[in-house]
């Protein structure tokens, strides 16, 4: 039997489309964001919410993140992450790989099953600021 303080949802509320997004607190107690998808062969997997080359520039906002074709899109730059091992194939934090988060399934039920405490689904509150008036992006602009 799974711990049922580490659930997260049930095995049918993951999405296969989106992202589900959910709050952990690490060892020291602060509050970080995570997503959850399903793939395509039904295995789920788990990634910090933030993107490789902004890390203030969340993947899923609230929403759920773009999923097209087994990758999640950041949406602030475009770069592109597959889905079953985070790798980014484009964009420029190309070759990075997203923070993986362990989770289970168990009994029709997904738990969290890593260094973190489950706090709640939906986002962690704090805010994420995402301006991004004095960088530049990968398109030179």
Not at 64 to 76: F, I, M, P, S
Not at 115 to 138: K, P, Q, T, W
Request: with cysteine.
């Amino acid at each position: 039997m799974t711990d049922e303080t580490a659930r997260i949802a049930a095995l049918e509320d993951v999405p296969d489309d989106t992202t589900l997004l959910f709050t952990v607190s690490d060892a020291d107690g602060e509050p970080k964001e995570v997503v959850l998808s399903r793939l395509s062969d039904g295995a789920v997997v788990a990634f910090r919410n933030y993107c490789q080359h902004w890390t203030d520039a969340r993947l899923d906002g609230g929403e759920g993140a773009l999923v097209r074709n087994g990758e999640v899109v950041c949406q602030k730059h475009g770069a592109t992450f597959q889905l079953d091992s985070g790798y980014c194939d484009f964009g420029p934090c190309e070759g990075s790989i997203l923070e993986s988060v362990d989770v289970v399934v168990d009994e029709g039920a997904v738990y969290l099953d890593d260094a973190y405490s489950f706090e709640h689904l939906g986002g962690s509150g704090v805010a994420s600021d995402g301006d991004s008036a004095n960088r530049i992006d990968f398109t030179g602009s």
